[in-house]
């Protein structure tokens, strides 16, 4: 009875914040295009991340080759970008800045070698 009380007048008042779960698998033949943000985004300073990370799968599967490029096509267009190979999920494609081929911060991407 008094941790009833206790709890009645000590309880802090607050929302609880539900999370979904995004279904971003891999795509035949595509990718999902994910930004993220990061500081230099806050503060308009300089940013050179002007290339995205992919797993060696899909450089393998690509054809890529050290130093080239791959090129991304959504419905907002094509751009040509560098490269990162880093240990990430099949199909994930992050992006460290919003590209111009973005139409959200998760986008279906085709890719190929260029």
């Not at 899909?58 to 050290?66: F, S």
């Not at 490269?83 to 998760?106: F, H, S």
Request: charged content about 25%; proline content about 4%; some cysteine.
């Amino acid at each position: 009875m008094l941790e009833n009380i206790v709890q009645k007048f000590t309880k802090p008042n607050y929302k609880e914040l539900a999370c979904e779960v995004l279904d971003i698998g891999p795509v035949e033949e595509k990718g999902n295009l994910i930004y993220l943000y990061n500081p230099f985004m806050w503060f308009d300073e300089h940013d050179d991340n002007d290339f995205v990370m992919i797993n060696m799968n899909m450089v393998n599967k690509l054809g890529l080759g050290k130093g080239g490029m791959i090129a991304l096509t959504s419905d907002a267009g094509t751009m040509n970008i560098r490269y990162r190979v880093d240990d990430m999920p099949d199909g994930l494609i992050l992006a460290a800045k919003k590209l111009p081929v973005a139409t959200g911060w998760t986008t279906i991407v085709s890719t190929e070698a260029v």
